[in-house]
């Protein structure tokens, strides 16, 4: 697995092989679901089929389901 931030904290770990990935705590999970809670982290804007046309030729499969590489 790759090593990647905690969303909350920035530590870097390898958070999705510990219980509360992508988190590296339940604190900072629990942090994390305040904010969303309090509007602190909102989604910007409804999604919209357009906004999936860049995906139509992607192939189906469990490669779907890993994590991206850390940008």
């Keep these: 697995m790759p090593i990647i ?3 909350t904290c920035k ?6 092989a510990e ?3 992508p988190f590296c705590s339940h604190r900072c999970k629990l942090i994390d679901l305040g904010k ?3 509007g602190e982290h909102a989604i910007s804007e409804p999604l919209k ?3 999936f046309d860049q995906y139509a030729d ?3 499969g469990k490669h779907l389901d890993r994590p991206e ?3």
């Design 5 to 7: 931030k905690c969303p």
């Design 11 to 16: 530590k870097s770990g390898d958070w999705f």
């Design 19 to 21: 219980k509360y990935g």
């Design 36 to 38: 969303w809670l309090g």
């Design 49 to 51: 089929p357009e906004h």
């Design 58 to 60: 992607l192939r189906p």
């Design 69 to 71: 590489k850390e940008i």
